[in-house]
């Protein structure tokens, strides 16, 4: 079993920054692949950003690349999603994932562990 905790969330105007982290607990000595998702009101859960078990290789969604960073601090059993130039669309729930294996999907189905969420809230 993996425990998730996110944080970092809060209420930010349009054009700022913030890092969400997720820090994991439990069988954290095997090999998982971690990401970001969100759901924003009304909407389905969607892929943020993916990152792979040994940080290596990450990926993003289109809507947010260029934009938000997602990283990994191995020894620390922490990932990162540092998040620039936020606007209004951003927000959302984000929550943290986690899969064993080397890499991320982008289909929430395929991960089990998740953590409780943070919320997002941009203002215009």
């Known amino acids: 079993q993996v425990q998730l905790v996110e944080s970092g969330g809060g209420l930010v105007q349009a054009g700022s920054s913030l890092r969400l982290n997720c820090v994991a607990s439990?069988?954290?000595?095997?090999?998982?692949?971690m990401a970001w998702f969100r759901q924003a009101p009304g909407k389905e859960r969607e892929f943020v950003a993916g990152?792979?078990?040994?940080?290596?290789?990450?990926y993003s969604a289109e809507s947010v690349k260029g934009r938000f960073t997602i990283s990994r601090a191995y020894a620390q059993n922490t990932v990162y999603l540092q998040m620039n130039k936020l606007n209004t669309e951003d927000t959302a729930v984000y929550y943290c994932?986690?899969?064993?294996?080397?890499?991320?999907?982008?289909?929430?189905?395929?991960?089990?562990?998740w953590g409780q969420g943070t919320q997002v809230t941009v203002s215009s």
């Open positions: 439990g069988r954290t000595s095997s090999a998982y692949a």
């Open positions: 994932a986690a899969v064993p294996g080397g890499w991320a999907p982008q289909r929430e189905t395929e991960y089990p562990y």
């Open positions: 990152i792979s078990w040994n940080g290596g290789t990450t």
